[in-house]
């Protein structure tokens, strides 16, 4: 079964700073990354996704990611963030295949903006 | 065209009542999946239904919980005789024939038991 590690749990940083949320998945065969975002009490947008080809992702709001297929990692980054990007951040992973419906999510990094 | 849409948003069931959690799919799909989302945990698969079937039910819990998709109306995610452990935001998903890889998410329900 594949999983999903998001290895920090809270990231607190100032406005205009740069972030990254990490985010590692283990899986054996093709797969398909997310990003969504989950403001308070909402429900999930997608941020970007990684189907094929380059494997860096831009999305909205400023957002991208990189798909690095050795260390199995889709690290998301922002270069400079907003109070407004306070939120919880979900990495997802669809396997390719016959269950290619199915989404395996992270537990969630909390980004925190403070002024 | 509107989104995905579910109701109630928050519901409140005493332990061994009956909760009903609607999800209206968008507009021309006709693919929906119900996650749940315990406290500080990432969302999990429970169901995937297509129009009156149910495809893949492998993360629903063996009893108490059900989930149909009539053809006509919404899909309903049914929890019997619930239990404290069912607090939870339930969150439906819908995707087009054409690509079962977007999803497009629901608000959620957010249910409660006291």
């Known amino acids: 079964a594949q999983s999903v590690t998001q290895l920090d749990s809270q990231v607190p940083v100032f406005e205009e700073a740069p972030v990254e949320l990490r985010c590692n998945y283990s899986?054996?065969?093709?797969?398909?990354l997310f990003w969504y975002v989950q403001y308070p009490n909402q429900g999930l947008q997608l941020l970007l996704k990684y189907l094929s080809g380059s494997t860096l992702v831009k999305g909205i709001n400023g957002f991208e990611a990189e798909f690095n297929k050795s260390q199995t990692s889709f690290h998301l980054r922002k270069p400079s963030v907003h109070i407004s990007d306070t939120a919880e951040y979900f990495c997802a992973v669809l396997q390719g295949g016959g269950s290619n419906y199915k989404l395996t999510f992270g537990k969630g990094t909390l980004l925190t903006v403070n002024p | 065209n509107a989104g995905v849409m579910q109701n109630p948003r928050h519901l409140v069931r005493r332990r061994g009542q009956e909760a009903r959690l609607r999800c209206s799919p968008m507009k021309g799909h006709s693919h929906v999946y119900w996650y749940r989302q315990l406290p500080e945990e990432g969302l999990k698969f429970m169901v995937y239904l297509q129009k009156e079937n149910i495809i893949d039910e492998s993360g629903m819990p063996k009893e108490r919980f059900s989930a149909e998709f009539p053809k006509e109306g919404p899909s309903i995610l049914r929890i019997q005789q619930v239990v404290r452990g069912d607090s939870a935001a339930y969150f439906c998903?819908?995707?087009?024939?054409?690509?079962?890889?977007?999803?497009?998410f629901g608000p959620g329900t957010r249910l409660t038991v006291t």
């Open positions: 899986s054996s065969v093709s797969v398909y």
């Open positions: 998903a819908s995707s087009p024939d054409r690509n079962l890889r977007e999803q497009y």
